[in-house]
Protein backbone atom coordinates (compact mmCIF):
# COMPACT_ATOMS: atom_id res chain seq x y z
CA UNK A 1 0.00 0.00 0.00
CA UNK A 2 1.21 3.28 -0.83
CA UNK A 3 -0.37 5.87 1.34
CA UNK A 4 -0.70 9.62 1.71
CA UNK A 5 -1.48 12.29 4.53
CA UNK A 6 -4.90 12.49 2.34
CA UNK A 7 -5.29 8.99 2.26
CA UNK A 8 -4.28 7.67 -1.49
CA UNK A 9 -4.42 3.90 -1.51
CA UNK A 10 -3.13 1.49 -3.91
CA UNK A 11 -5.00 -1.43 -2.78
CA UNK A 12 -8.84 -0.18 -0.91
CA UNK A 13 -8.31 -0.94 2.83
CA UNK A 14 -9.59 -3.25 4.44
CA UNK A 15 -10.87 -3.09 8.23
CA UNK A 16 -12.60 -6.53 9.77
CA UNK A 17 -13.63 -7.16 13.02
CA UNK A 18 -13.47 -10.64 14.50
CA UNK A 19 -16.70 -10.52 17.21
CA UNK A 20 -14.45 -14.44 18.11
CA UNK A 21 -16.92 -16.44 20.44
CA UNK A 22 -18.74 -12.99 21.97
CA UNK A 23 -22.05 -11.92 20.65
CA UNK A 24 -25.03 -13.94 20.19
CA UNK A 25 -27.08 -13.68 17.61
CA UNK A 26 -29.84 -10.90 19.14
CA UNK A 27 -26.71 -8.89 20.50
CA UNK A 28 -24.82 -9.38 16.98
CA UNK A 29 -27.74 -7.20 15.55
CA UNK A 30 -27.62 -4.89 17.66
CA UNK A 31 -23.60 -4.07 17.53
CA UNK A 32 -23.96 -4.38 13.47
CA UNK A 33 -26.87 -1.44 13.79
CA UNK A 34 -25.14 0.80 16.12
CA UNK A 35 -22.34 0.17 13.99
CA UNK A 36 -24.03 0.83 10.83
CA UNK A 37 -25.51 3.65 12.02
CA UNK A 38 -22.68 5.44 13.45
CA UNK A 39 -20.32 5.38 9.90
CA UNK A 40 -23.70 6.68 8.50
CA UNK A 41 -23.74 9.44 10.43
CA UNK A 42 -20.10 9.88 9.61
CA UNK A 43 -21.04 9.99 5.50
CA UNK A 44 -18.45 6.61 5.98
CA UNK A 45 -17.33 6.22 2.05
CA UNK A 46 -17.16 1.80 1.59
CA UNK A 47 -15.51 2.67 -1.19
CA UNK A 48 -12.41 4.21 -0.14
CA UNK A 49 -12.55 1.62 3.43
CA UNK A 50 -13.79 -1.46 2.98
CA UNK A 51 -15.37 -2.52 6.05
CA UNK A 52 -16.12 -6.49 7.50
CA UNK A 53 -17.02 -8.35 10.32
CA UNK A 54 -16.73 -11.76 11.32
CA UNK A 55 -19.44 -12.87 13.86
CA UNK A 56 -20.04 -16.26 15.61
CA UNK A 57 -21.96 -18.71 13.12
CA UNK A 58 -25.04 -18.77 14.95
CA UNK A 59 -25.07 -14.77 14.33
CA UNK A 60 -24.93 -15.48 10.34
CA UNK A 61 -28.20 -15.69 9.33
CA UNK A 62 -29.32 -12.50 11.47
CA UNK A 63 -26.81 -10.70 9.63
CA UNK A 64 -27.07 -11.40 6.35
CA UNK A 65 -31.03 -10.30 6.88
CA UNK A 66 -30.01 -7.36 8.38
CA UNK A 67 -27.59 -6.70 6.21
CA UNK A 68 -30.06 -7.31 2.77
CA UNK A 69 -32.91 -5.54 4.51
CA UNK A 70 -31.53 -2.17 5.70
CA UNK A 71 -29.11 -2.24 2.31
CA UNK A 72 -25.65 -2.30 4.19
CA UNK A 73 -22.57 -2.01 2.82
CA UNK A 74 -20.71 -3.95 5.39
CA UNK A 75 -19.66 -7.34 4.28
CA UNK A 76 -19.05 -10.56 6.41
CA UNK A 77 -17.85 -13.78 6.67
CA UNK A 78 -17.33 -16.65 9.09
CA UNK A 79 -14.54 -17.34 11.44
CA UNK A 80 -13.79 -21.09 9.60
CA UNK A 81 -14.71 -23.98 7.91
CA UNK A 82 -14.33 -27.04 6.94
CA UNK A 83 -11.81 -28.56 4.34
CA UNK A 84 -14.69 -30.76 3.82
CA UNK A 85 -17.40 -29.88 1.08
CA UNK A 86 -20.71 -32.13 2.86
CA UNK A 87 -20.70 -35.41 5.03
CA UNK A 88 -20.15 -36.64 8.57
CA UNK A 89 -18.26 -34.60 9.48
CA UNK A 90 -20.53 -33.47 13.22
CA UNK A 91 -20.23 -29.71 14.06
CA UNK A 92 -18.44 -28.42 10.75
CA UNK A 93 -19.53 -25.80 8.69
CA UNK A 94 -19.26 -26.16 5.00
CA UNK A 95 -17.82 -23.30 2.52
CA UNK A 96 -20.97 -23.73 0.27
CA UNK A 97 -22.95 -22.86 3.54
CA UNK A 98 -21.34 -19.61 4.05
CA UNK A 99 -21.73 -18.94 0.56
CA UNK A 100 -25.56 -19.55 0.75
CA UNK A 101 -25.38 -16.99 3.65
CA UNK A 102 -24.20 -14.06 1.33
CA UNK A 103 -20.51 -14.61 3.24
CA UNK A 104 -18.04 -12.83 1.11
CA UNK A 105 -15.22 -13.76 3.27
CA UNK A 106 -14.15 -16.68 5.84
CA UNK A 107 -10.70 -16.32 8.27
CA UNK A 108 -8.85 -19.52 8.19
CA UNK A 109 -6.42 -20.43 10.75
CA UNK A 110 -6.45 -17.82 13.67
CA UNK A 111 -3.96 -18.49 16.11
CA UNK A 112 -6.94 -19.38 18.07
CA UNK A 113 -7.89 -22.13 15.99
CA UNK A 114 -3.82 -22.97 15.46
CA UNK A 115 -2.78 -23.47 18.91
CA UNK A 116 -6.82 -24.60 20.50
CA UNK A 117 -7.96 -26.79 18.28
CA UNK A 118 -4.53 -28.07 16.72
CA UNK A 119 -5.48 -27.04 13.38
CA UNK A 120 -1.90 -28.07 10.84
CA UNK A 121 -0.73 -26.04 8.11
CA UNK A 122 -1.37 -29.02 5.26
CA UNK A 123 -5.71 -28.82 6.71
CA UNK A 124 -5.18 -25.16 6.53
CA UNK A 125 -4.17 -24.89 3.01
CA UNK A 126 -7.07 -27.38 2.96
CA UNK A 127 -9.40 -24.85 4.13
CA UNK A 128 -7.99 -22.13 1.58
CA UNK A 129 -8.95 -24.15 -1.46
CA UNK A 130 -12.00 -24.93 -0.04
CA UNK A 131 -13.25 -21.39 0.73
CA UNK A 132 -12.03 -20.57 -3.18
CA UNK A 133 -13.85 -23.84 -4.39
CA UNK A 134 -16.95 -22.19 -2.85
CA UNK A 135 -16.08 -18.44 -3.72
CA UNK A 136 -15.78 -17.35 -0.48
CA UNK A 137 -12.54 -14.99 -0.21
CA UNK A 138 -10.25 -16.64 2.85
CA UNK A 139 -8.45 -14.30 4.76
CA UNK A 140 -5.48 -16.61 5.81
CA UNK A 141 -4.02 -15.64 9.51
CA UNK A 142 -0.55 -16.26 9.71
CA UNK A 143 1.60 -14.62 12.97
CA UNK A 144 4.68 -16.22 15.50
CA UNK A 145 4.75 -16.87 19.41
CA UNK A 146 6.44 -14.50 21.63
CA UNK A 147 9.02 -17.58 22.31
CA UNK A 148 9.57 -17.23 18.37
CA UNK A 149 9.81 -13.39 18.66
CA UNK A 150 12.18 -13.50 21.09
CA UNK A 151 14.13 -16.06 19.50
CA UNK A 152 14.03 -13.39 16.18
CA UNK A 153 12.79 -16.09 13.88
CA UNK A 154 9.67 -14.41 13.50
CA UNK A 155 10.19 -14.00 9.99
CA UNK A 156 11.01 -17.30 9.15
CA UNK A 157 8.19 -18.83 10.61
CA UNK A 158 5.82 -16.67 9.23
CA UNK A 159 6.78 -17.23 5.77
CA UNK A 160 7.16 -20.84 6.45
CA UNK A 161 3.07 -20.49 7.14
CA UNK A 162 2.34 -18.35 4.69
CA UNK A 163 4.05 -20.84 2.24
CA UNK A 164 1.97 -23.58 3.71
CA UNK A 165 -0.99 -21.84 3.40
CA UNK A 166 -1.37 -20.54 -0.04
CA UNK A 167 0.71 -23.95 -1.88
CA UNK A 168 -0.75 -25.10 -4.63
CA UNK A 169 -3.09 -21.89 -5.06
CA UNK A 170 -3.39 -20.13 -8.68
CA UNK A 171 -1.96 -16.44 -9.07
CA UNK A 172 -5.05 -15.23 -9.45
CA UNK A 173 -6.25 -17.00 -6.52
CA UNK A 174 -2.94 -15.79 -4.68
CA UNK A 175 -4.23 -12.21 -5.65
CA UNK A 176 -7.45 -12.44 -4.83
CA UNK A 177 -6.20 -14.01 -1.16
CA UNK A 178 -6.17 -11.61 1.83
CA UNK A 179 -3.42 -12.28 4.49
CA UNK A 180 -3.74 -11.49 8.13
CA UNK A 181 0.03 -10.96 10.13
CA UNK A 182 -1.28 -11.41 13.82
CA UNK A 183 1.79 -12.05 16.36
CA UNK A 184 0.34 -14.34 19.11
CA UNK A 185 2.19 -11.93 21.93
CA UNK A 186 -0.10 -9.09 20.68
CA UNK A 187 -3.61 -10.53 20.77
CA UNK A 188 -5.49 -9.54 23.31
CA UNK A 189 -2.92 -8.53 25.20
CA UNK A 190 -2.83 -4.76 25.15
CA UNK A 191 0.71 -5.43 23.32
CA UNK A 192 0.81 -4.25 20.02
CA UNK A 193 3.60 -4.88 17.65
CA UNK A 194 4.93 -1.67 16.87
CA UNK A 195 3.78 -0.19 12.86
CA UNK A 196 7.53 -0.65 11.99
CA UNK A 197 6.99 -4.29 13.42
CA UNK A 198 3.86 -4.84 10.96
CA UNK A 199 5.86 -2.94 8.23
CA UNK A 200 8.78 -5.20 8.60
CA UNK A 201 6.36 -8.29 8.55
CA UNK A 202 3.71 -7.09 5.93
CA UNK A 203 7.26 -6.47 3.21
CA UNK A 204 8.18 -9.77 4.01
CA UNK A 205 5.11 -11.49 3.11
CA UNK A 206 4.76 -9.46 0.05
CA UNK A 207 8.49 -10.29 -0.87
CA UNK A 208 7.44 -13.79 -0.28
CA UNK A 209 3.96 -14.06 -2.80
CA UNK A 210 6.12 -11.80 -5.48
CA UNK A 211 8.85 -15.00 -5.55
CA UNK A 212 6.18 -17.66 -4.93
CA UNK A 213 4.25 -16.07 -7.72
CA UNK A 214 4.70 -12.88 -9.97
CA UNK A 215 4.96 -9.06 -8.81
CA UNK A 216 0.94 -8.41 -9.63
CA UNK A 217 0.23 -11.05 -7.21
CA UNK A 218 2.88 -9.09 -4.28
CA UNK A 219 1.28 -5.77 -5.57
CA UNK A 220 -2.47 -6.85 -5.38
CA UNK A 221 -2.58 -9.40 -2.17
CA UNK A 222 -3.98 -7.04 0.81
CA UNK A 223 -1.96 -7.80 3.97
CA UNK A 224 -3.82 -6.92 7.05
CA UNK A 225 -2.18 -6.42 11.09
CA UNK A 226 -3.96 -7.89 13.98
CA UNK A 227 -3.44 -7.34 17.32
CA UNK A 228 -4.18 -5.28 20.26
CA UNK A 229 -5.52 -2.35 17.78
CA UNK A 230 -7.60 0.40 18.75
CA UNK A 231 -8.45 3.26 17.28
CA UNK A 232 -5.48 5.51 18.67
CA UNK A 233 -3.04 3.14 17.32
CA UNK A 234 -4.87 2.73 13.95
CA UNK A 235 -3.34 5.37 11.76
CA UNK A 236 -0.06 4.62 12.48
CA UNK A 237 -0.29 1.40 11.52
CA UNK A 238 -2.35 1.83 8.82
CA UNK A 239 0.12 4.50 7.43
CA UNK A 240 2.72 1.78 6.84
CA UNK A 241 3.59 1.05 3.26
CA UNK A 242 2.80 -3.10 3.35
CA UNK A 243 -0.09 -2.58 5.76
CA UNK A 244 -3.54 -2.74 3.73
CA UNK A 245 -5.90 -3.46 6.48
CA UNK A 246 -6.54 -4.08 10.12
CA UNK A 247 -7.93 -7.57 11.86
CA UNK A 248 -9.63 -6.02 15.20
CA UNK A 249 -10.55 -8.17 18.14
CA UNK A 250 -11.60 -6.91 21.30
CA UNK A 251 -12.17 -3.28 20.04
CA UNK A 252 -14.37 -4.48 17.40
CA UNK A 253 -17.10 -5.00 19.87
CA UNK A 254 -17.20 -1.86 20.78
CA UNK A 255 -19.34 0.14 17.46
CA UNK A 256 -17.99 3.88 18.72
CA UNK A 257 -14.47 1.98 19.01
CA UNK A 258 -14.42 -0.19 16.28
CA UNK A 259 -16.27 2.86 13.29
CA UNK A 260 -13.01 5.12 14.91
CA UNK A 261 -10.89 2.55 13.23
CA UNK A 262 -12.63 2.27 10.10
CA UNK A 263 -12.40 6.36 10.25
CA UNK A 264 -8.27 5.91 10.98
CA UNK A 265 -8.01 8.18 7.93
CA UNK A 266 -9.24 11.18 9.95
CA UNK A 267 -7.02 10.72 12.17
CA UNK A 268 -4.57 10.96 10.03
CA UNK A 269 -5.86 14.58 8.40
CA UNK A 270 -6.39 15.44 11.82
CA UNK A 271 -2.85 14.68 13.05
O1 LIG B 1 -7.05 -11.93 17.16
C1 LIG B 1 -7.32 -10.78 16.82
C2 LIG B 1 -8.18 -10.52 15.66
O2 LIG B 1 -8.38 -11.68 14.92
C3 LIG B 1 -6.82 -9.63 17.59
O3 LIG B 1 -7.51 -9.56 18.79
P1 LIG B 1 -7.38 -8.26 19.73
O4 LIG B 1 -7.63 -7.07 18.83
O5 LIG B 1 -8.41 -8.44 20.78
O6 LIG B 1 -5.96 -8.26 20.23
Redesign the pocket.
Known amino acids: MTSTANGNFVRTPFIAG ?1 W ?1 MNMDHVQGITLLQKLAWTLSDAKHDYSRVEVAVFPPFTDLRGVQTLVQGDELKVVYGGQDLSQFDSGAYTGDISGQFLRKLGCSYV ?1 VG ?3 RRTIHNESDEVLNAKVKAAFRHEVTPVL ?1 VGEGLEIRQAGTHVEHTLAQLRAGVEGLTAEQAKELVV ?1 Y ?1 PVW ?4 GEVAGPEDAQEMCAAIRAELASLFDDSVAAGTRLLY ?4 KANNAAAIMAEADVDGL ?6 LDPSEFANIVRFESHITAA
Not at 186 to 189: H, N, P, R, Y
Not at 247 to 252: D, E, K, N, P
Request: charged share 15%; glycine share 22%.
Open positions: NKLHSECAEAIGTGGSVLVGGAS
